[in-house]
């Protein structure tokens, strides 16, 4: 796949802070790098950050999942060239512009991996994760994701963690093996008491 367009110009200006917010942000190759490497010392909102900064919602949406992630952390990524403002699709002619502030996926579209998350409950994101971490990842880095578990304060800093759980997967394993774990962790939640002993 392709990565996203980059809009050069836009990435050299020096935006507002709220400005910067509102734009779409896409990985550059540094970025894509950075995520496989671990070489620069950023913060971990702002690593954070960057591992789940796609350009299909503004930046201050991507913010908002990372606990204490604001502007300084989103503007540590750009001044290292590790995002860039993506260049809107141009629509086709005859059409109008799909609305920024479209949350819902179109009819006939597959919702993205954070709105489904987002429609699990915490337990069972939890719950998930947990039982995914030791299996999928070792021991050793399955226990460290479980601590991580455990530090999350909230339902968006669990949806953020299971984001980069499947980033990170993706990164190490390949597509497919991404895949199978997202598929895992967005399973439909069993009906209450179903299956439930009697």
Known sequence: MNPPPVDRDAASLPDDPAVAAQRRY??????RAEVRGRALALSRQARNLLLIIEPGRAAADWMAMVQGCGPAELQALREAGLIAPATPAAPVAGTAAPAPEAAAPA????????????GLGYRTLYDR???EARPVLGLIKGYRLVLD????NGPDELRA????????????EGPAAALALAGRLTAPEPAANAGAPG
Do not use: D, M, S, W
């Not at 896409?26 to 970025?31: F, I, V």
């Not at 009819?107 to 987002?118: E, V």
């Open 26 to 31: 896409a990985k550059t190759e540094a970025g």
């Open 107 to 118: 009819a006939g579209t597959r919702p993205t991996l954070a709105q489904t998350l987002a």
């Open 129 to 131: 994760i947990t039982a």
């Open 149 to 152: 578990v455990e530090r999350c």
């Open 161 to 172: 963690l299971a984001l980069q759980f499947v980033e990170q997967v993706r990164v190490t």
